[in-house]
T-cell receptor
Framework: DVKVTQSSRYLVKRTGEKVFLECVQDMDHENMFWYRQDPGLGLRLIYFSYDVKMKEKGDIPEGYSVSREKKERFSLILESASTNQTSMYLC????????????FGPGTRLLVL | GNSVTQMEGPVTLSEEAFLTINCTYTATGYPSLFWYVQYPGEGLQLLLKATKADDKGSNKGFEATYRKETTSFHLEKGSVQVSDSAVYFCALSGRSGNTPLVFGKGTRLSVIA
């Protein structure tokens, strides 16, 4: 079974802090994705990556950056956390071939005070 | 661009009732269609998928048929259980695994005994 793990289930940070959210997948998937989930808005794509050291902006990249130094790890970085970044963050991965079934981690619920 | 519209919730049903959650989409080309489910406190799991017109995806008693003529992928289950209480997301993607998913806003289902 595919396993996608996220470094924290819950995180509390202060405004202005730099925040790292880590995601690791164990199935050698080429593609990795970061979404945020908010009530009434569903899931929105922040960034994704097709390969090591490659990244593409999603629908809402402002205030975020990403890093993919190794194939299995995809990090989301909040350079200076703000209260409007309080949300649930979901990481996903997929194989490059075939229709895009994505496998999700359990999510990190981030609260920015 | 691609988009997914699904019925708003919450939906509350009694155990053994029939479930329909409507989903329609707008897309160029021939997308793949998915239903994901999110149980309380967890990440998203793939429930079922269909990759071409008239395909029927099914899993755990849930079914959905890819209807190109009506651009729909409605989720149905003949007899819901309390354990089906969750949030259901309709999604679409392009033909390749590196195409990000586009999600609907989610429909919360509560099943009462």
């Amino acid at each position: 079974d595919v396993k996608v793990t996220q470094s924290s289930r819950y995180l509390v940070k202060r405004t202005g802090e730099k925040v790292f959210l880590e995601c690791v997948q164990d199935m050698d998937h080429e593609n990795m994705f970061w979404y945020r989930q908010d009530p009434g808005l569903g899931l929105r794509l922040i960034y994704f990556s097709y390969d090591v050291k490659m990244k593409e902006k999603g629908d809402i990249p402002e205030g975020y950056s990403v890093s993919r130094e190794k194939k299995e790890r995809f990090s989301l970085i909040l350079e200076s956390a703000s209260t409007n970044q309080t949300s649930m963050y979901l990481c996903a991965s997929s194989l490059d071939r075939g229709p895009g079934t994505q496998y999700f981690g359990p999510g990190t619920r981030l609260l920015v005070l | 661009g691609n988009s997914v519209t699904q019925m708003e919730g919450p939906v509350t049903l009694s155990e053994e009732a029939f479930l329909t959650i409507n989903c329609t989409y707008t897309a160029t080309g021939y997308p793949s269609l998915f239903w994901y489910v999110q149980y309380p406190g967890e990440g998203l799991q793939l429930l079922l998928k269909a990759t071409k017109a008239d395909d029927k995806g099914s899993n755990k008693g849930f079914e959905a048929t890819y209807r190109k003529e009506t651009t729909s992928f409605h989720l149905e289950k003949g007899s819901v259980q309390v354990s089906d209480s969750a949030v259901y997301f309709c999604a679409l993607s392009g033909r390749s695994g590196n195409t990000p998913l586009v999600f609907g806003k989610g429909t919360r289902l509560s099943v009462i005994a």
